[in-house]
Each structure stands twice: as structure tokens, then as C-alpha cells.
């Protein structure tokens, strides 16, 4: 008998073999609905190169799934302080690297702060010339994530190129390069 | 022999807690906890062997205590456990070599085990180097804004055996994540078994081996709800289901 489920309103990205594998099985029929997913991508073709289902396999379980996420859901930090990975009990101020990267629709943009404190991240292209203001806010300590849809401040779209973000927090700042793609 | 005749028959040669004892400093605690205990935020408990709580028996945390076990130990819950922290002064579990100077590894210790009988909550904790961070066996905790990490075996295992209905444990805003560089892509964040209906909310769930590992077995079949979570850079599957025969 196989598992029963649901998967929705996830980011479900970058794994090593398939993004969702359901093993055969003998009593083939819908049993996992996978709706409303961000799978790293919005091509269509590669999101089902990622999903192994009944149209693999017909012996298999099928993985109902609908790709129809255009973009990445916005997850609030599940938990309120994070441990630094050295295991020192205390937060440090991290600039992540944007995921997907390069990207097409949007990307994510993550940081941890190591106390809470006011936060400005902006967008800026290869001349320096500001692009839009992520934010400009109290954000809380420990991991925060803002999404860039790759739109300027006026709400038009950005051009395909390389960008920079950046981020100054209370006595600390952090930049790093994104490719947008088209 | 039922399980309370055990538990004292145990409490002679282990650790006898007095009843609603409220302890602080630091404590040692082997064998069955058969008085309702709580652990303060000032205290620092050493778990050694297995400690088991007792089913009609109940363990509070404290926001702020640090539990550290030693090689193997366990923390096995057959009554109730409340681990209450707080976003400021959150709980730790952990193994005792997790000290300055010292080298824990991935499954130092067992971890903490709800077993059939066993109930309650955990919130704002942190978990390091168990085998299986937290286990519910039977059982239905609840699993709240807690992080795991450098575990062996899984973030969380859930077994729900034969129960019919099945169990119900939560697993909600919590992070399951390898952040040691050496244990990128080992270890699952959470492993479902059998019969048991799991709802898994708003967590993030990267750099195990798998992200969601979900195994039927003949006809008992587990369920799973998974909504607003972060399924990611996991070295295999990000969810992998198991018909199981």
C-alpha cells in the first residue's frame, strides 16, 4: 500500500535525484497531491524532469502534481534566534547567496542578524546606480528572507544583467552579485 | 510486571527524584523519573544511560536549561514531557562532549523518544548531535519552533506502528538542517513509518540526505500533510515515498 498525502504551497528546489520520487508500487491511483509548489524553476519541462511519477512509470503511485507556482513562497523564519553552524550559541551577521541564481521571475534573498535592528537591502546594477529598496525596516534576529521579483522601484522589469545587493544593518554591511536572465 | 512496579523497582538503583521536586544547578539523572520533576532555566541536567519518564508522571523544562547526555544516553518519554522555551532563553539538548575543547559527533547521543503512552510538547528548543533528534513511537507530540541539527539518523522519526486511528504528531516552524560541512547531505530531516498522520508546517528542511522520508509497511500506511515549508538542498530526494510491499 502506498503512502497518502499532501505537499502545498512549498519550495521544494535543489535536490540531488528527483524533487519528489514515489516508489512503484501495486495499487497504482492518485495518492499524493503536489499542488501549488515552487520547484526551483518554472520551466515546465524541467520541473517534470524533477518529479517521478506515473508518467515515468505506470507501475508507480502517481505524484498529482501542478507546477503552477511562479515563484518561491515566502517562508517566515521558523524559529526566532539560530544557532550560528560553528555551534556558538550566539547569531552572526550573514549575507547569503541569492537562490535560484541565476534567476528568471525572482529569486530569494536571505540574511540572519545577529540582534534585531533596523535593515536596508537594496538592489543596485553593475554601475551602482540603485535599482529598488528590498526594505528598509526592524527585521527580527536570527534568519530573514525578502523576495526580489527583478522589478525596479517603479514596478517595470529589470533587465537581464548582473546586480548586486546589498544590505546595511546597524553597524555592518554586506554585498554579493546576482545574474537575472531572461 | 506493569510499568509503575518497574519504574520503582528501577528508582532503587538509579536516580529517586522526590515529588514535584524543583531542582537547580547541576543535576544527574539516570534511570525512571516516577515523581513529577521540573528542570529550572539555571539548570544544567547530565543524562547519562536511559532516563525514562514514568507514564503517569510529568517533566517540565524550563526556558533556559541545558540538558546534556553522554555517550548513548536517552531521554524516553512515557508520561509527559512539557519543554517550554522561549525565543530569548531557549533550550538546550545536547551531548555532554558539546563543550568548549570538546568533539561531539553526529549520534553522540540517542535523542528524546515519545513512546505510545508518551505525550507533551516541545518548544524553542535545540537539538545537536542525537541519532534521532526526537522520536515519536506510537505517539503524537507536538514539535514547535525547534531546530535540529548534526543528527546521524533523522531530524525527526516518526513511527506510528499498527495505531488505528492513527497518531497525529506536529511538526511546526521548525529548522532541520545540516550546517557541519562534514554532515551535508546525511541524515534525513524527517522520516514518517507506518501508521501515523503528520501534518508539517511552516519548517525549513535542508542539507539532509532526504528532506521527507515517508515508508508504508504492508497495509499500514502513514499520511502526510506538508504545508508553507522549505524543502531544499537535500542530496537525494527532496520528498521520497515508499510503497512498501
Sequence with gaps: ?182 | MNSRGLCLGIVLAGLLIPSSAVLSATVEATGYIVNDTTWTGTDTVIVSGFLIVADTVKLTVEAGARVLFTSGAKLMVQGEVEAEGSSTQRILFTSSADTTGGTPVAGAWAGISFEMTGRGSLRHCDFKYATNSVSALESSPTIERCVMEHFSVAGCYIDGYDAYPRTTPRVENCIIMQTDPALIGTGNGIVIYRATNVTITGCWIRNCRDGLNVNAVGSLTPHFAVTNTDIGDNARYGIYTYAGG
Aim: proline content about 7%; overall charge negative; glycine content about 8%.
Design chain 1, 1 to 182: 500500500m502506498t503512502p497518502t498525502g499532501s505537499v502545498s504551497e512549498c519550495n521544494i528546489t535543489n535536490s540531488g535525484w528527483y524533487a519528489f520520487f514515489a516508489s512503484s508500487c501495486t495499487n497504482s491511483g492518485i495518492t499524493i497531491a503536489a499542488e501549488n509548489n515552487w520547484w526551483g524553476t518554472d520551466n515546465l519541462f524541467t520541473i517534470e524532469g524533477m518529479v517521478y511519477h506515473q508518467i515515468d512509470a505506470s507501475s508507480s503511485p502517481l505524484v498529482d502534481y501542478d507546477p503552477c507556482a511562479a515563484e518561491p513562497f515566502s517562508i517566515d523564519t521558523p524559529t526566532d534566534v539560530r544557532e550560528t553552524p560553528g555551534g556558538t550559541g550566539q547569531p552572526i551577521f550573514v549575507l547569503r547567496q541569492n537562490y535560484p541564481n541565476p534567476f528568471n521571475a525572482a529569486t530569494v534573498i536571505e540574511f540572519d542578524l545577529p540582534a534585531p535592528g533596523r535593515a536596508r537591502i537594496e538592489i543596485f546594477n553593475i554601475m551602482g546606480q540603485s535599482v529598488t529598496a528590498l526594505a528598509d525596516r526592524w527585521f527580527p534576529a536570527g534568519r530573514s528572507r525578502l523576495i526580489w521579483d527583478g522589478t525596479d522601484a517603479d514596478n517595470r522589469p529589470a533587465a537581464s544583467g548582473v546586480y548586486l545587493y546589498k544590505i546595511a544593518a546597524e553597524d555592518v554591511s554586506a554585498a554579493k552579485k546576482m545574474i537575472l536572465l531572461k
